[in-house]
């Protein structure tokens, strides 16, 4: 998910779609996850990773016309941290695994720190698929558009 809200920061045209597009589709799929796998047993409803995947498409920005593979590479990092604080700190301010006191923020981001690696691993996979696959199509598409102009 990171990922994907990263590469719309980055390629979307318009920034407020950039972020509604990927939250609407969020919404869309977590609604369908709840109402038709688990039966509406749990409320679909659970913002709290929102605003986290939110800033990562605002972290997205940064790349807007100055893609390269290690920026790409440094922005993926920058987006996972920045869910990772967002999101948990969200959880905690529910009140609802955590009690909202200083020690209740410390506990909620030490219990949410195994699951940080695999958000990073998996953020930097799919960004490299992502802005790797955009890459590819944009170099065809030159590639074809130069052949088209030649052969005329």
Do not use: H
Request: charged fraction near 10%; glycine fraction near 8%; include cysteine.
């Amino acid at each position: 998910m990171g990922a994907m809200f990263l590469f719309s920061g980055a390629t979307f045209r318009n920034k407020t779609l950039s972020v509604t597009v990927p939250l609407a589709a969020l919404l869309v799929s977590d609604y369908a996850v709840v109402k038709f796998l688990y039966d509406d047993l749990y409320n679909w409803l659970m913002t709290s990773p929102w605003p986290g995947f939110a800033l990562v498409a605002i972290t997205g920005w940064l790349l807007r016309g100055r893609i390269t593979w290690l920026r790409v590479a440094g922005t993926s990092l920058a987006g996972s941290v920045v869910f990772f604080f967002a999101s948990n700190f969200m959880v905690w301010l529910t009140g609802a695994l955590y009690p909202v006191t200083a020690s209740g923020l410390k506990t909620c981001f030490i219990q949410a720190i195994p699951f940080f690696g695999n958000t990073l691993l998996g953020d930097l996979f799919y960004a490299a698929v992502f802005f790797g696959s955009y890459e590819f199509v944009r170099r065809r598409m030159q590639a074809t558009a130069a052949i088209s102009v030649a052969t005329k």
